[in-house]
């Protein structure tokens, strides 16, 4: 097998430099690459190392965002244990190789789970979900989706935290995603962490074993600190399909943006009720030539209705349609769909801003101007607020922390967003002058946190990171030879 690669692959080098796919693409790493892909061929070979043939396709084509669809990893690795996992990094590790994990394929930055001249990591034969009623904790294969997990564990009345959206994979969780106020971001939920450093040793984190520095730094700390082969976690205690504990659904809105930003920034200000649960996309989507307005804001109460304190603002705005109702938390995890759809470049940036309705209206016109100037680029554009409560980050701390270290509560995670026109296959330069001119013009309140699920892969997200400086000594002391920030994409700043 290897000796058939070494044949066929030079060949395959040259095409892909010339169409300058991945700016590290060149000869050195290519060498490097096959090296580790030759040794792992020995060490676990087929089908656990693929080269080419329907699965290694497959898997190489899948990313979510068109412009991590095509790449030709120089080996796909299919774990199906820990152990194998840790042979492959020992190999990358050897070999020099550049080299790229994927779990739920569901990340929108560019190059993030992707390689080109390198190995990738694919955890799509690790997709468990158990739940152990003594230790009362719920364990997840890191190539899980969210939305397998909450259905695989609903008939034990569990949950893990995720975000509302059910189509990523687990790794979110390495990445501290969605959230729910009276239990913190979802990574603050980790109890124990299977970690592969970048040697390939495997450790095991807690937050009180001696790797409980490397514990904290993976709350928030994304694909730097090591690959996680096991998540085990502290379970929400939800109740079943049938427990319809909660209440709320989605309510559409095609006009209205001005009392929308109001009671958006009211909430974000106001409301530090754990029990209430907010999402508010502003969305546009473009139709024969021309935006149309699309608003959703998605509500919950865990309880029997919405508190018109809490919601009121919103209930008094005039709708296009509600779902309103009693709900248990396994709908409230399904109330946004799956977001599955592939074959488009998908684009996120993030700000983060206090609830103030100046900044908000401020940030919606820039936000509506950007999309106008560049609508015929666009499928749709987006400008979503996720209210961050002081309860969550008191909850997230009553944990142990994270590496986020966000300064108490009452702020709102912005997400901003394109999904491009069908046809499109990279971003073009002048839409990249935009949206840089829209970070400026939307720029963070200080002192707040970015969102590294929903970044743009250039923004400093570690930076705004409250315990930035102890995040870069944990990284030092777990690769001191800076492996990983010279070998693998992901947030910058180490
Ligand atoms: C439709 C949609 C809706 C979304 N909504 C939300 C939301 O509500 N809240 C939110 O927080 N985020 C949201 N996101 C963002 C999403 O949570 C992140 O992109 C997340 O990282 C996706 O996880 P994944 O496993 O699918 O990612 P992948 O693309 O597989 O990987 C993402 C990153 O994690 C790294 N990684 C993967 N597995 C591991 C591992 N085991 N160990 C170490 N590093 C690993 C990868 O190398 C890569 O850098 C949404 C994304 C989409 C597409
Ligand atoms: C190849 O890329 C690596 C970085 O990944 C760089 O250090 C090296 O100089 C490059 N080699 C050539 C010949 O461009
Ligand atoms: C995962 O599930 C499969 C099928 O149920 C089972 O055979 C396997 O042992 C499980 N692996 C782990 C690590 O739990
Ligand atoms: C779910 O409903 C059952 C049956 O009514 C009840 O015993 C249980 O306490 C409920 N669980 C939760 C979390 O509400
Ligand atoms: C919003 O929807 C209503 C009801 O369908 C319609 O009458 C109205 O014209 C729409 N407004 C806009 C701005 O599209
Ligand atoms: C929004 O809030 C601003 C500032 O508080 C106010 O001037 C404006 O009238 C409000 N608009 C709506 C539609 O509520
Ligand atoms: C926009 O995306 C949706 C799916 O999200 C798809 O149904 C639709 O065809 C797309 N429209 C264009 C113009 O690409
Ligand atoms: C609107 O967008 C264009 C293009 O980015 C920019 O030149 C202009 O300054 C923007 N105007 C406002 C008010 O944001």
New binding site residues.
Partial sequence: MAAIRLLIVPVLFVAQSAAGLFPRSNETNYIAALNACTQLDVLLGFPLVQSSGPSYETAATNAWNLQNSEFHPTCIVFPTTSDHVQVAMRAIYDAKSHYAVQAGSHTAMKFWNVVQDGVLIIFSNMRNASYDSVKDSITLQPGIHWAEAVTALEPFGVAPVVSEVLAQGSSSAVASPGSLPSQGYAADNFKELDVVLVNGDLVTATATNEYSDLFRALKGGANRFGIVTRYELYPVHTGTKDNQTWFGGLMLFNSSA??LL?ATARYVREVDDPKAVLLVSLINTVTDGELVPTYLVTPFYNGPNLPEDIFGDFLAIPNILSTLGPMSYFDVAGTLGLGDDRGYVQHFGASALVGD??LFQDAFVHWQNFSEFYKDNFNSTTLAFTPIPDSQIQAGRAKGGNIIDAPGGRFAAVQIYEQFKAGLTDIPPDVITGIDSLFEQIPPSPGLPLYVNECDSRQKVFESYGSYELMKQIYAKYDPERFNVEHTEGPIGL
């Fill in positions: 001005e009392a109001n309705e100046a």
